[in-house]
T-cell receptor, first 113, second 113 residues
Framework: DQQVKQNSPSLSVQEGRISILNCDYT??????FLWYKKYPAEGPTFLISISSIKDKNEDGRFTVFLNKSAKHLSLHIVPSQPGDSAVYFCAASAPSNTGKLIFGQGTTLQVKP | NAGVTQTPKFQVLKTGQSMTLQCAQD?????MSWYRQDPGMGLRLIHYSVGAGITDQGEVPNGYNVSRSTTEDFPLRLLSAAPSQTSVYFC????????????FGQGTRLTVV
């Protein structure tokens, strides 16, 4: 039972354009969501997060939107840069406050120059 | 500032062998976790710990054992390696169980033949 889903395995965008990565979840008890970025042969690195009491969080070129009623969140990258090419993972923090993260399958973003 | 350190980076095991993947963090984080990454599956939680002496199972704990005798170290033991355990393993730590980003190590690529 996949509680966090990223249905698009890959996305390709042109440099300078917007990248939109999507994530759906099933457990309404999740109260914190995070996005991680991963380059090959490296560990995931934290990108941006959002609490379930908010619907938007922005950090520079990165914005995360949360739609609780649809159990959907998205990551917007504007403008996209070639260095953004990586695998992006959506994760939800389990409500038991244990440090457990439930990850989606990941979306590979390719930004073309 | 080393962060989360995993050793070894690469390992090849024969079926039935046992080994320990090491994980150490120098950030005094209470929360530590082990994940495995498989193609198309994202990161799946194996075991986690909310503090020294306290561990619990994640989504895919079978075939693995953990202990947490100190805040800094969280080793993962493979009791009798199987080809299905071929994967990339990541250790993570965080200072807050629910609302803080997790810091990941660089990973251990394990092949079981």
């Amino acid at each position: 039972d996949q509680q966090v889903k990223q249905n698009s395995p890959s996305l390709s965008v042109q440099e300078g354009r917007i990248s939109i990565l999507n994530c759906d979840y099933t457990n309404s008890m999740f109260d914190y969501f995070l996005w991680y970025k991963k380059y090959p042969a490296e560990g995931p690195t934290f990108l941006i997060s959002i609490s379930s009491i908010k619907d938007k969080n922005e950090d520079g070129r990165f914005t995360v939107f949360l739609n609780k009623s649809a159990k959907h969140l998205s990551l917007h990258i504007v403008p996209s840069q070639p260095g953004d090419s990586a695998v992006y993972f959506c994760a939800a923090s389990a409500p038991s406050n244990t440090g457990k993260l439930i990850f989606g399958q990941g979306t590979t973003l390719q930004v073309k120059p | 500032n080393a962060g989360v350190t995993q050793t070894p980076k690469f390992q090849v095991l024969k079926t039935g062998q046992s080994m320990t993947l090491q994980c150490a963090q120098d950030m005094n984080h209470e929360y530590m976790s082990w994940y495995r990454q498989d193609p198309g599956m994202g990161l799946r939680l194996i075991h986690y710990s909310v503090g020294a002496g306290i561990t619990d199972q994640g989504e895919v704990p079978n075939g693995y054992n953990v202990s947490r005798s100190t805040t800094e170290d969280f080793p993962l033991r493979l009791l009798s390696a199987a080809p299905s355990q071929t994967s990339v393993y990541f250790c993570a730590s965080s200072y807050d169980g629910g609302k803080a980003e997790a810091f990941f190590g660089q990973g251990t690529r394990l092949t079981v033949v």
